[in-house]
């Protein structure tokens, strides 16, 4: 038999999430102010244990250059932005004024603000401009789900060797399954999903971690 990973019940999250670092009061109040302000945006924002995932994943690996493709009030970024050294350097890309304005004042209150560019533009024209130099050891991507593939493809030749992309919402909350699930965001991370599987660049595995996180590794 296979063995499945555990079906985590909101009882055994919030036990995962206690013995777990703690997530500090900078994280909390900016779930707690997206939670209040966008209040039916909330599910875009990552879990804490991810958050802490991928600031661990930063810096085991040694990250310095970091791109996010998608990030809404600036979570995910203060985490990735926590894991690399003073002098690393995050690229953030969005195309929401509004949500990457309380994004601003909570990377100040983090203290990363030096680390992060915030470029909003969609995200594909901004990584298509990119110097052609421009190298990444950490990529998250979390947008628009159409457009997974075409920010891989941008990405994947942009990772330094043995690099890491993280790509989020990888399982769409069951529905990948669902064949009566046809919508535009569900077919665009079936069709993402399958084509990481078949990128002989990368090594990919799909986590159940959050909605489900593809983390892959750039051969070297
Ligand atoms: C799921 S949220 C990101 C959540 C964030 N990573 C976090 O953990 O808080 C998706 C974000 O992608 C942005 N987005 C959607 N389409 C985009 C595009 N074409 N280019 C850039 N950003 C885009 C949205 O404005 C939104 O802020």
């Known amino acids: 038999m296979t063995r499945t990973s555990e079906s985590v019940t909101p009882q055994l999250h919030d036990y995962l999430v206690a013995h777990s670092a703690p997530v500090d009061p900078v994280l909390a109040d900016l779930a707690e102010e997206t939670a209040r302000r966008y209040p039916d945006q909330t599910t ?11 600031t661990l994943l930063a810096r085991i690996g040694g990250a310095r250059d970091v791109v996010e493709v998608g990030t809404f009030t600036g979570y995910s970024a203060i985490c990735m932005a926590r894991g690399i050294p003073a002098d690393g350097s995050l690229l ?4 929401s004024e509004e949500w990457t304005a309380l994004a ?10 030096d680390k992060i560019e915030l470029r909003l533009a969609p995200a594909l ?14 990529a998250f991507i979390d947008a628009d789900k159409e457009g997974y593939i075409g920010y891989w493809e ?17 399982l769409s909350h069951g529905r990948v399954i669902d064949p009566a699930e046809t919508s535009a965001p569900v077919q665009g ?3 993402f999903n399958d084509h ?3 990128d002989e660049r990368v090594e ?5 971690v959050g909605d489900g996180l593809t983390m892959a590794r750039v051969r070297g």
């Not at 875009?44 to 991928?54: D, L, S």
């Not at 004042?105 to 983090?110: C, F, L, M, N």
């Open 44 to 54: 875009m924002q990552i879990g804490a244990e991810q958050g802490t995932f991928m």
């Open 92 to 95: 953030a890309l969005d195309v």
């Open 104 to 113: 601003r004042r909570y990377w100040q209150r983090a203290g990363v603000a």
């Open 196 to 198: 990481a599987l078949a």
């Open 189 to 191: 991370i079936r069709d």
């Open 154 to 170: 941008e990405l994947v030749p942009r990772m330094r060797p043995g690099g890491v992309l993280l790509v989020d919402n990888t």
């Open 204 to 208: 990919p595995v799909l986590l159940p």
């Open 125 to 138: 024209e901004t990584l298509r401009a990119l110097p052609g130099d421009r190298r990444f050891d950490l």
